[in-house]
Nanobody, 124 residues
Framework: QVQLEESGGDSVQSGASLRLSCTASEIAYHMGWFRQAPGKEREGVAS???????TYADSVKGRFTISQDNARNTLYLQMNSLKPEDTAVYYCAARKKISYNEYPTLRPYDYNYWGQGTQVTVSS
C-alpha cells in the first residue's frame, strides 16, 4: 500500500502559478499527477520515474514541471501560466509494478494508488 496526500490547491487568476505537493508513504517506481474536470474523464498531466525521467501531457508542456524529493517522499507539480482550462481536481498517483525500464506513463489505469485530490480553480 502507498498512502498519498495532496496539498496546495487554490483558486487563482489566469496567468498565476501554483505548486502542488503530494506526501507519500513511499516513492514508487512511477509517480504521477492526474486531473479531472467536471463531466470529463480523468487525464494524465505529468509523471516521473525513479530515474528522473518524466512525461507530460501536450496541454501542459512548457508550463508545468514535475519533480520529486526522495528524501522527503514528496512529489511536486509546479504549475505556471495557469489557464481556466486547467481547472480540475488534481490527484497524485503511484505505480509499484512496471515492466523493465518502462517509461513513466500517463494512463490512469496503470496506477494502483491514489490520493484524495486537491482542487485547482483558475478564473479568467
Amino acid at each position: 500500500q502507498v498512502q498519498l496526500e495532496e496539498s496546495g490547491g487554490d483558486s487563482v487568476q489566469s496567468g498565476a502559478s501554483l505548486r502542488l505537493s503530494c506526501t507519500a508513504s513511499e516513492i514508487a517506481y512511477h509517480m504521477g499527477w492526474f486531473r479531472q474536470a467536471p463531466g470529463k474523464e480523468r487525464e494524465g498531466v505529468a509523471s516521473i520515474d525513479t530515474h528522473g525521467r518524466s512525461t507530460y501531457a501536450d496541454s501542459v508542456k512548457g508550463r508545468f514541471t514535475i519533480s520529486q524529493d526522495n528524501a522527503r517522499n514528496t512529489l511536486y507539480l509546479q504549475m505556471n501560466s495557469l489557464k481556466p482550462e486547467d481547472t480540475a481536481v488534481y490527484y497524485c498517483a503511484a505505480r509499484k509494478k512496471i515492466s523493465y525500464n518502462e517509461y513513466p506513463t500517463l494512463r490512469p489505469y496503470d496506477y494502483n494508488y491514489w490520493g484524495q485530490g486537491t482542487q485547482v480553480t483558475v478564473s479568467s
